[in-house]
Protein backbone atom coordinates (compact mmCIF):
# COMPACT_ATOMS: atom_id res chain seq x y z
CA UNK A 1 0.00 0.00 0.00
CA UNK A 2 0.99 3.59 -0.52
CA UNK A 3 0.41 6.92 0.87
CA UNK A 4 0.81 10.09 -0.82
CA UNK A 5 2.54 12.94 0.65
CA UNK A 6 3.18 16.28 -0.89
CA UNK A 7 6.72 17.07 -2.79
CA UNK A 8 7.39 20.22 -1.18
CA UNK A 9 7.21 19.60 2.63
CA UNK A 10 6.50 15.82 3.08
CA UNK A 11 3.10 16.21 4.86
CA UNK A 12 0.66 13.51 4.75
CA UNK A 13 -2.18 13.95 1.74
CA UNK A 14 -3.94 10.52 1.99
CA UNK A 15 -4.72 7.53 3.57
CA UNK A 16 -3.19 3.97 3.13
CA UNK A 17 -4.01 3.00 -0.48
CA UNK A 18 -4.04 0.04 -3.01
CA UNK A 19 -3.31 0.36 -6.71
CA UNK A 20 -6.22 -0.71 -9.24
CA UNK A 21 -6.36 -0.34 -12.47
CA UNK A 22 -7.97 3.28 -14.27
CA UNK A 23 -11.57 2.40 -14.77
CA UNK A 24 -12.71 3.09 -18.43
CA UNK A 25 -14.97 5.84 -16.93
CA UNK A 26 -12.56 7.79 -15.63
CA UNK A 27 -12.84 10.76 -18.27
CA UNK A 28 -16.86 10.36 -18.85
CA UNK A 29 -18.66 13.69 -19.08
CA UNK A 30 -22.06 12.48 -18.54
CA UNK A 31 -25.83 14.36 -19.61
CA UNK A 32 -26.51 17.62 -18.65
CA UNK A 33 -26.79 18.28 -14.92
CA UNK A 34 -26.45 14.68 -13.96
CA UNK A 35 -25.39 13.55 -10.29
CA UNK A 36 -22.67 10.95 -10.79
CA UNK A 37 -21.41 8.58 -7.59
CA UNK A 38 -17.90 8.97 -6.50
CA UNK A 39 -15.31 7.09 -9.23
CA UNK A 40 -12.88 4.94 -7.37
CA UNK A 41 -13.77 2.99 -4.71
CA UNK A 42 -12.34 4.25 -1.02
CA UNK A 43 -8.81 3.10 -0.24
CA UNK A 44 -7.91 2.52 -4.11
CA UNK A 45 -5.72 5.01 -6.62
CA UNK A 46 -5.26 4.47 -9.96
CA UNK A 47 -3.15 6.25 -12.64
CA UNK A 48 -4.37 8.13 -15.26
CA UNK A 49 -1.52 8.08 -18.18
CA UNK A 50 -2.13 11.06 -20.30
CA UNK A 51 -2.38 14.28 -19.83
CA UNK A 52 -5.13 15.84 -18.12
CA UNK A 53 -6.35 19.53 -17.90
CA UNK A 54 -5.36 22.70 -19.13
CA UNK A 55 -3.60 24.74 -20.37
CA UNK A 56 -4.77 23.32 -23.47
CA UNK A 57 -2.93 23.39 -27.47
CA UNK A 58 -5.04 23.87 -30.09
CA UNK A 59 -3.90 21.10 -32.98
CA UNK A 60 -2.97 23.51 -35.28
CA UNK A 61 -0.42 24.66 -33.02
CA UNK A 62 0.91 20.81 -32.85
CA UNK A 63 3.38 18.91 -35.05
CA UNK A 64 1.99 16.02 -36.25
CA UNK A 65 5.67 14.15 -34.76
CA UNK A 66 5.00 16.29 -31.79
CA UNK A 67 1.33 14.67 -31.42
CA UNK A 68 2.53 11.25 -32.15
CA UNK A 69 5.72 11.19 -29.77
CA UNK A 70 2.38 11.67 -27.16
CA UNK A 71 0.64 8.70 -28.36
CA UNK A 72 -1.92 10.52 -30.65
CA UNK A 73 -1.98 9.92 -34.44
CA UNK A 74 -5.20 11.23 -35.39
CA UNK A 75 -6.35 15.37 -35.31
CA UNK A 76 -8.47 16.04 -32.64
CA UNK A 77 -9.85 19.50 -31.20
CA UNK A 78 -6.77 20.52 -28.86
CA UNK A 79 -4.54 18.86 -26.26
CA UNK A 80 -3.85 19.30 -22.48
CA UNK A 81 -0.59 19.94 -21.86
CA UNK A 82 -1.20 19.41 -17.97
CA UNK A 83 1.39 16.94 -16.19
CA UNK A 84 0.83 12.97 -17.32
CA UNK A 85 0.78 10.66 -14.65
CA UNK A 86 -2.35 12.15 -12.26
CA UNK A 87 -3.16 9.27 -9.32
CA UNK A 88 -6.92 9.59 -9.05
CA UNK A 89 -8.67 8.78 -5.59
CA UNK A 90 -11.94 9.02 -3.72
CA UNK A 91 -12.35 12.52 -2.73
CA UNK A 92 -12.92 10.80 1.44
CA UNK A 93 -9.38 9.31 0.77
CA UNK A 94 -8.24 13.20 0.98
CA UNK A 95 -6.02 14.50 4.27
CA UNK A 96 -4.35 17.59 5.25
CA UNK A 97 -5.92 19.64 2.49
CA UNK A 98 -7.58 22.93 2.01
CA UNK A 99 -9.77 23.88 -1.03
CA UNK A 100 -8.32 26.91 -3.01
CA UNK A 101 -11.83 28.74 -3.49
CA UNK A 102 -10.63 31.36 -6.28
CA UNK A 103 -9.87 28.07 -8.33
CA UNK A 104 -13.51 27.14 -8.38
CA UNK A 105 -13.51 26.83 -12.39
CA UNK A 106 -16.69 27.51 -14.50
CA UNK A 107 -18.47 24.71 -13.00
CA UNK A 108 -22.37 25.25 -12.05
CA UNK A 109 -23.03 22.79 -9.17
CA UNK A 110 -19.92 22.25 -8.12
CA UNK A 111 -16.15 21.64 -9.16
CA UNK A 112 -14.68 21.50 -12.48
CA UNK A 113 -10.94 21.79 -12.44
CA UNK A 114 -11.24 24.15 -14.90
CA UNK A 115 -8.64 26.69 -13.49
CA UNK A 116 -6.21 24.17 -12.19
CA UNK A 117 -5.22 22.25 -8.77
CA UNK A 118 -7.26 23.72 -6.72
CA UNK A 119 -6.53 22.31 -3.83
CA UNK A 120 -3.23 23.27 -1.79
CA UNK A 121 -1.31 21.29 1.43
CA UNK A 122 -2.89 22.35 4.45
CA UNK A 123 1.22 22.86 5.60
CA UNK A 124 2.86 24.48 2.70
CA UNK A 125 0.41 25.65 0.77
CA UNK A 126 1.46 23.78 -2.45
CA UNK A 127 -1.29 22.92 -4.86
CA UNK A 128 -1.15 19.33 -5.08
CA UNK A 129 -4.43 18.32 -6.03
CA UNK A 130 -7.42 18.67 -8.32
CA UNK A 131 -10.90 17.99 -7.02
CA UNK A 132 -13.81 17.20 -9.36
CA UNK A 133 -17.87 17.06 -8.25
CA UNK A 134 -19.35 18.89 -10.59
CA UNK A 135 -22.42 17.74 -12.64
CA UNK A 136 -22.08 15.06 -15.26
CA UNK A 137 -18.50 14.37 -13.94
CA UNK A 138 -17.48 11.94 -11.56
CA UNK A 139 -16.25 12.65 -8.07
CA UNK A 140 -12.60 11.93 -7.80
CA UNK A 141 -9.66 13.94 -6.57
CA UNK A 142 -6.48 14.13 -9.18
CA UNK A 143 -3.09 14.39 -7.28
CA UNK A 144 -0.50 16.39 -9.21
CA UNK A 145 2.33 13.98 -10.53
CA UNK A 146 4.50 16.82 -10.45
CA UNK A 147 3.81 17.71 -6.66
CA UNK A 148 3.15 14.81 -4.94
CA UNK A 149 5.46 11.65 -3.90
CA UNK A 150 3.89 8.19 -3.04
CA UNK A 151 5.84 6.45 -0.18
CA UNK A 152 5.25 2.22 -0.05
CA UNK A 153 3.65 2.07 3.56
CA UNK A 154 3.48 -1.14 5.51
CA UNK A 155 0.86 -3.09 5.59
CA UNK A 156 -0.58 -6.68 3.92
CA UNK A 157 -0.11 -7.38 0.89
CA UNK A 158 -2.57 -8.85 -0.41
CA UNK A 159 -2.10 -10.65 -4.01
CA UNK A 160 -4.26 -10.13 -7.19
CA UNK A 161 -7.56 -12.60 -7.56
CA UNK A 162 -7.26 -14.73 -10.22
CA UNK A 163 -9.53 -15.10 -13.47
CA UNK A 164 -11.51 -18.21 -11.57
CA UNK A 165 -11.52 -16.30 -8.31
CA UNK A 166 -13.09 -12.94 -10.39
CA UNK A 167 -15.88 -14.83 -12.00
CA UNK A 168 -16.69 -17.25 -9.37
CA UNK A 169 -17.47 -13.09 -7.27
CA UNK A 170 -19.48 -12.27 -9.60
CA UNK A 171 -19.51 -8.51 -9.45
CA UNK A 172 -21.39 -7.56 -12.59
CA UNK A 173 -22.54 -4.46 -13.45
CA UNK A 174 -26.16 -3.96 -14.30
CA UNK A 175 -26.54 -1.91 -18.03
CA UNK A 176 -29.68 0.07 -16.83
CA UNK A 177 -29.58 2.14 -13.55
CA UNK A 178 -31.29 5.46 -11.98
CA UNK A 179 -29.62 8.60 -12.70
CA UNK A 180 -30.80 11.85 -10.18
CA UNK A 181 -30.24 15.22 -12.11
CA UNK A 182 -29.61 18.42 -10.37
CA UNK A 183 -33.43 19.59 -9.75
CA UNK A 184 -35.21 22.37 -11.96
CA UNK A 185 -38.06 23.97 -10.65
CA UNK A 186 -39.83 21.13 -9.52
CA UNK A 187 -36.07 19.94 -7.56
CA UNK A 188 -34.44 16.85 -8.12
CA UNK A 189 -35.11 14.02 -10.56
CA UNK A 190 -34.68 10.81 -11.42
CA UNK A 191 -34.98 8.92 -14.53
CA UNK A 192 -34.22 5.21 -15.42
CA UNK A 193 -31.56 5.13 -18.23
CA UNK A 194 -28.43 3.32 -19.49
CA UNK A 195 -25.75 2.78 -17.36
CA UNK A 196 -22.55 5.51 -17.73
CA UNK A 197 -20.67 2.86 -17.07
CA UNK A 198 -21.44 1.31 -19.90
CA UNK A 199 -21.43 3.59 -22.80
CA UNK A 200 -17.95 4.51 -21.66
CA UNK A 201 -17.14 0.77 -21.77
CA UNK A 202 -18.44 0.71 -25.28
CA UNK A 203 -16.90 3.86 -26.23
CA UNK A 204 -13.45 2.67 -25.33
CA UNK A 205 -14.54 -1.24 -26.97
CA UNK A 206 -15.75 0.69 -30.62
CA UNK A 207 -12.91 2.43 -30.95
CA UNK A 208 -11.05 -1.22 -30.68
CA UNK A 209 -13.49 -2.85 -32.65
CA UNK A 210 -12.91 -0.35 -35.48
CA UNK A 211 -9.37 -0.73 -35.66
CA UNK A 212 -9.80 -4.57 -35.62
CA UNK A 213 -12.36 -4.59 -38.32
CA UNK A 214 -9.45 -3.36 -40.57
CA UNK A 215 -12.41 -1.70 -42.76
CA UNK A 216 -14.54 -5.12 -43.25
CA UNK A 217 -17.90 -5.43 -41.50
CA UNK A 218 -18.08 -6.88 -38.38
CA UNK A 219 -20.72 -9.29 -36.83
CA UNK A 220 -21.06 -9.59 -32.71
CA UNK A 221 -23.23 -12.00 -30.57
CA UNK A 222 -26.42 -11.30 -30.74
CA UNK A 223 -28.62 -9.87 -27.63
CA UNK A 224 -27.46 -7.08 -25.64
CA UNK A 225 -23.96 -7.39 -27.23
CA UNK A 226 -25.56 -6.31 -30.17
CA UNK A 227 -27.92 -3.81 -29.39
CA UNK A 228 -24.49 -2.15 -27.76
CA UNK A 229 -22.51 -2.76 -30.82
CA UNK A 230 -23.94 -3.35 -34.40
CA UNK A 231 -25.70 -0.47 -35.29
CA UNK A 232 -22.57 1.73 -34.79
CA UNK A 233 -20.68 -0.81 -36.25
CA UNK A 234 -23.14 -1.44 -39.42
CA UNK A 235 -23.40 2.67 -39.49
CA UNK A 236 -19.92 3.33 -39.59
CA UNK A 237 -18.47 -0.10 -41.74
CA UNK A 238 -19.18 -0.82 -45.17
CA UNK A 239 -21.65 -3.30 -45.74
CA UNK A 240 -21.08 -6.81 -47.40
CA UNK A 241 -18.29 -9.73 -47.36
CA UNK A 242 -16.51 -10.61 -46.26
CA UNK A 243 -17.57 -10.39 -42.56
CA UNK A 244 -15.27 -10.37 -39.56
CA UNK A 245 -16.35 -11.84 -36.86
CA UNK A 246 -16.59 -11.22 -33.05
CA UNK A 247 -17.38 -13.48 -29.74
CA UNK A 248 -16.91 -13.30 -26.49
CA UNK A 249 -14.27 -15.01 -25.03
CA UNK A 250 -12.68 -14.97 -21.58
CA UNK A 251 -12.59 -16.96 -17.99
CA UNK A 252 -15.05 -19.94 -17.83
CA UNK A 253 -15.78 -19.61 -21.43
CA UNK A 254 -15.87 -22.25 -23.91
CA UNK A 255 -12.65 -22.11 -26.58
CA UNK A 256 -14.29 -20.01 -29.58
CA UNK A 257 -13.85 -21.49 -32.69
CA UNK A 258 -10.50 -21.07 -34.65
CA UNK A 259 -12.29 -18.68 -37.63
CA UNK A 260 -12.80 -16.06 -34.95
CA UNK A 261 -10.97 -12.88 -35.71
CA UNK A 262 -11.99 -10.92 -32.83
CA UNK A 263 -12.47 -11.55 -29.02
CA UNK A 264 -14.57 -9.28 -26.07
CA UNK A 265 -12.65 -10.20 -23.24
CA UNK A 266 -12.66 -8.98 -20.00
CA UNK A 267 -9.87 -6.41 -17.98
CA UNK A 268 -8.83 -7.34 -14.55
CA UNK A 269 -9.93 -4.26 -11.71
CA UNK A 270 -6.70 -4.44 -10.30
CA UNK A 271 -3.74 -5.10 -12.67
CA UNK A 272 -5.45 -3.72 -16.03
CA UNK A 273 -4.28 -6.78 -17.46
CA UNK A 274 -6.44 -7.71 -20.38
CA UNK A 275 -7.56 -11.76 -20.62
CA UNK A 276 -5.30 -13.91 -23.45
CA UNK A 277 -6.45 -16.99 -24.76
CA UNK A 278 -4.44 -20.04 -25.99
CA UNK A 279 -5.45 -22.15 -29.05
CA UNK A 280 -6.20 -21.45 -32.06
CA UNK A 281 -7.46 -18.27 -31.56
CA UNK A 282 -4.38 -16.57 -29.62
CA UNK A 283 -3.72 -14.19 -32.94
CA UNK A 284 -7.20 -13.19 -32.65
CA UNK A 285 -7.58 -9.01 -31.39
CA UNK A 286 -8.62 -8.76 -28.21
CA UNK A 287 -11.34 -5.78 -27.39
CA UNK A 288 -10.84 -4.88 -24.07
CA UNK A 289 -14.28 -4.73 -21.60
CA UNK A 290 -14.36 -3.79 -17.99
CA UNK A 291 -14.91 -7.52 -16.10
CA UNK A 292 -18.33 -6.35 -14.52
CA UNK A 293 -19.39 -5.23 -18.23
CA UNK A 294 -18.65 -8.55 -19.68
CA UNK A 295 -19.77 -10.51 -17.26
CA UNK A 296 -23.38 -8.88 -17.63
CA UNK A 297 -22.77 -9.97 -21.43
CA UNK A 298 -21.89 -13.37 -21.06
CA UNK A 299 -24.45 -14.09 -17.75
CA UNK A 300 -26.92 -11.77 -18.46
CA UNK A 301 -29.38 -11.69 -15.35
CA UNK A 302 -32.79 -11.32 -15.84
CA UNK A 303 -35.06 -8.19 -14.07
CA UNK A 304 -37.56 -10.08 -12.11
CA UNK A 305 -39.55 -9.30 -9.48
CA UNK A 306 -38.69 -11.13 -6.14
CA UNK A 307 -41.41 -12.21 -3.66
CA UNK A 308 -40.85 -10.90 -0.43
CA UNK A 309 -43.14 -10.90 2.92
CA UNK A 310 -43.85 -7.93 5.33
CA UNK A 311 -41.82 -4.50 4.16
CA UNK A 312 -40.48 -5.04 0.62
CA UNK A 313 -36.31 -4.32 1.78
CA UNK A 314 -34.48 -1.74 -0.19
CA UNK A 315 -32.63 -3.53 -3.24
CA UNK A 316 -35.48 -5.55 -4.27
CA UNK A 317 -36.85 -5.23 -7.08
CA UNK A 318 -40.71 -3.83 -6.63
CA UNK A 319 -43.17 -5.70 -9.29
CA UNK A 320 -45.38 -2.39 -9.05
CA UNK A 321 -44.31 -0.33 -10.57
CA UNK A 322 -42.01 -2.48 -13.09
CA UNK A 323 -38.49 -0.41 -13.36
CA UNK A 324 -38.70 1.88 -16.73
CA UNK A 325 -36.50 0.99 -19.36
CA UNK A 326 -34.09 3.48 -21.40
CA UNK A 327 -36.13 5.52 -23.84
CA UNK A 328 -33.33 5.58 -26.53
CA UNK A 329 -31.21 2.82 -28.55
CA UNK A 330 -27.59 2.64 -26.71
CA UNK A 331 -25.53 5.18 -27.43
CA UNK A 332 -21.73 4.68 -26.46
CA UNK A 333 -19.30 7.38 -24.93
CA UNK A 334 -18.23 9.69 -27.90
CA UNK A 335 -15.54 10.89 -25.46
CA UNK A 336 -14.46 7.62 -24.34
CA UNK A 337 -14.68 6.45 -27.50
CA UNK A 338 -12.72 9.77 -29.44
CA UNK A 339 -10.02 9.57 -26.57
CA UNK A 340 -9.61 5.53 -27.27
CA UNK A 341 -9.42 5.78 -31.35
CA UNK A 342 -6.56 8.49 -31.75
CA UNK A 343 -4.80 6.57 -29.43
CA UNK A 344 -4.60 3.54 -31.80
CA UNK A 345 -1.94 3.52 -34.25
CA UNK A 346 -3.68 1.76 -36.50
CA UNK A 347 -6.41 5.08 -36.81
CA UNK A 348 -3.73 6.25 -39.44
CA UNK A 349 -4.81 3.36 -41.94
CA UNK A 350 -5.94 4.25 -45.60
CA UNK A 351 -9.08 2.65 -44.64
CA UNK A 352 -9.56 4.55 -41.69
CA UNK A 353 -10.12 7.99 -43.01
CA UNK A 354 -13.86 6.99 -44.61
CA UNK A 355 -14.69 5.92 -41.33
CA UNK A 356 -13.07 8.89 -39.90
CA UNK A 357 -15.19 11.13 -42.37
CA UNK A 358 -18.53 9.44 -40.80
CA UNK A 359 -17.88 10.92 -37.72
CA UNK A 360 -17.48 14.38 -39.11
CA UNK A 361 -20.79 13.98 -40.61
CA UNK A 362 -23.69 14.96 -39.52
CA UNK A 363 -26.07 11.64 -40.57
CA UNK A 364 -29.81 10.45 -39.34
CA UNK A 365 -27.90 7.88 -37.17
CA UNK A 366 -27.56 8.74 -33.51
CA UNK A 367 -24.83 6.71 -32.86
CA UNK A 368 -23.48 8.65 -29.66
Same mark, same amino acid.
Request: glycine share 10%; hydrophobic share 40%.
Given at each position: ????????C????????????????????????????? @????G???V??? *????????????????????G??APV &?A @??? !???G??????G??????L $? *??K?? #??? +??????? #???????? +???????R??D +?????A???????????????? /????L?W %?????? !???? *???EP $???? !????G %??HH =??? %?? &? =?????????? /??L????????????????D???R???? @??P???????A??????QS????G???? @???V??RT?????P???T???????????? =??WL???Q?????P????I??D?????????? *?N?????D?G????????????R?????????????E??????
Amino acid at each position: MFVFVCARCDAELTVPLSQVALPAHARQIYGNGAQLPV @LMESGTFAVDPD *PWGGPWRMWDEIDAGEAEARGVYAPV &RA @LSD !GAPGASVIAPGDVRGTRL $I *PEKRG #GAC +CGLDGSD #GPNMACQA +CDLPVATRLDD +CSLWQAVRLSSDAVRRLLVDGV /HVAPLSW %SELTEK !GENT *PPFEP $IASW !GGRLG %SDHH =WSW %SP &R =WEAAAGQALA /HLLVASKGQPVKVPGGLTADVFQRALDA @LLPAGPPTRRAVLAGPGQSSPDAGVDIL @LVPVHPRTGQTWTPAGPTASAYLVPLPLGV =WLWLVSPQPYLPVPASGRIPQDVLRDDPLPLL *PNHLFRADRGTFQHTLVRLPAVRSPWMGTVLGKLTQEGPVDLF
